[in-house]
């Protein structure tokens, strides 16, 4: 049985096995017919995501950015639940995953909407779905992607998850098991704050709040209108957000100051949304500070926030923490074997310390597993980020 993390972020979607990764933008468009294709530049990863699910096609990610006349990304979790989220797991399950089995899948909801969603977001994407991943040559590749069980948790936790538990879902750090954790996970649209104290999640103290870097990104995206006349997509914005320049009607902007200011902004914002939701809890043992948006803002929120906050990893992917959390916690969860992982340099070695838990029983061999993952899944291997290893 293979175990799958899935996290549809609004800003990106996220996969992990164990073993292949895959992150692309939580965008959809229309699929266009191209007509001339230059084969220069790049083809790698997601970089031409073209799929057919349930009669439609999509360009997906950047494909969509690039390529369709129409794209839609959203701020709205309604809408998240309703029009994305099938779309968006069911492609990072298909790139991701090896098998033609029955995948169990854990995935996470912000905070704030896990018992109003959980359900539907089981029911959208439990069951057998048929995907096809188009090339660019014309033809394309047809996949079933059975998800069988599936466990909602709070995002965030997957970060604490991710620390904890090694890829076999045994406890590998005793020492942050039997502490008192907060999570910032500060993502697109979301941040989320939560606890887990002693292994066990602390509701009261978690919560979610709407700011992540999209707000940023506005208050960019407005100054730019304000001073170009064009009127930017927020998802367009990650492209030059680094540099801070951009290039807009050949006139060149620098934004690297206005990027400090409205980081600065947003970091306070977030440390006295944390100071207020945490104040009882001064017996915190440790802040992990998480998502993507911890990446840019880190510097600014790690000097506002009074606790022991593990600084932030400058060589591992802060996007990826709660979905490898997610699929550690499958296999803590379900057993299970691992998918030919590779330690990533970037985590951490088992702490030496015996598991708390016993070690998972191995399921019961699958007939015809390993033939299809010589099979037609190896079709796939051109979307799929590897490890790094
Ligand atoms: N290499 C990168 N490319 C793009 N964005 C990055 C990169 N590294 C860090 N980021 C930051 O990551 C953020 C997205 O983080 P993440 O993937 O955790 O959000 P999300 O899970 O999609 O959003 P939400 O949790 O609100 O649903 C971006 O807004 C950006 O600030
Ligand atoms: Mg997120």
């Known amino acids: 049985m293979e175990i799958l993390g899935i996290d549809v972020g609004f800003g990106f979607t996220k996969a992990y096995n164990g073993k292949n990764s895959v992150i692309f933008k939580s965008l959809i468009g229309d699929a266009t017919d191209i007509q001339f294709r230059s084969s220069l530049g790049e083809d790698t990863s997601t970089s031409s995501l073209h799929i057919s699910l349930d009669g439609k096609s999509y360009f997906l990610g950047n494909y969509a950015e690039l390529q369709s006349s129409i794209t839609e990304y959203t701020l709205d979790q309604e809408k998240l639940i309703e029009d994305f989220v099938k779309i968006m797991a069911v492609t990072a399950a298909g790139i991701c995953s090896d098998t033609e089995g029955p995948l169990n899948v854990v995935t996470g909801l912000p905070v704030g909407f896990l018992k109003r969603d959980s359900r539907r977001f089981k029911e959208v994407i439990k069951g057998v779905h048929e ?44 020492n942050l098991a039997r502490q008192k954790l907060g999570v910032v996970d500060i993502g697109f649209k979301t941040t989320d704050f939560s606890i887990f104290d002693h292994l066990q999640y602390i509701e009261r103290g978690s919560s979610t709040m709407d700011t992540g870097i999209s707000k940023c990104f506005s208050v960019i995206a407005n ?109 803590y969860k379900w057993g299970g074997s691992v998918q030919e992982s590779k330690p990533k340099p970037s985590e951490k070695p088992a702490s030496p310390d015996s598991p708390d838990k016993a070690p998972p029983s191995p399921p019961p061999s699958e007939p015809g597993d390993s033939q299809n993952r010589n099979g037609q899944a190896k079709g796939l291997a051109w979307l799929r980020r590897q490890n790094k290893s």
Not at 148 to 170: A, C, M, T, W, Y
Request: aromatic share 10%; with cysteine.
């Open 131 to 174: 995907i096809s991943f188009h090339s660019a040559d014309g033809s394309h590749t047809t996949r079933q992607i059975h998800i069988d069980k599936i466990h909602v948790i709070p995002q965030p936790i997957g970060s604490i998850f991710n620390l904890i538990f090694d890829e076999f879902g045994k406890i590998k750090d005793k």
């Open 223 to 331: 100054k730019l209108r304000q001073e170009s006349g064009v009127n930017i997509e927020l998802y367009r914005i990650f492209k030059f957000i680094e540099s801070g320049m951009v290039k807009i009607k050949g006139r060149e902007y620098n934004i690297t100051n206005l990027k400090k200011r409205v980081y600065t902004h947003a970091a306070s914002a977030i440390a006295s949304d944390l100071n207020r939701l945490w104040e009882n809890d001064w017996d915190m043992d440790t802040i992990i500070l998480s998502g993507g948006g911890s990446i840019p803002l880190a510097e600014y929120l790690s000097p506002l926030v009074d606790g022991n906050v593990i600084p932030i990893k400058k060589n591992i992917d802060a996007r990826f923490n709660n979905v490898q959390g997610y699929c550690k916690f499958g296999h």
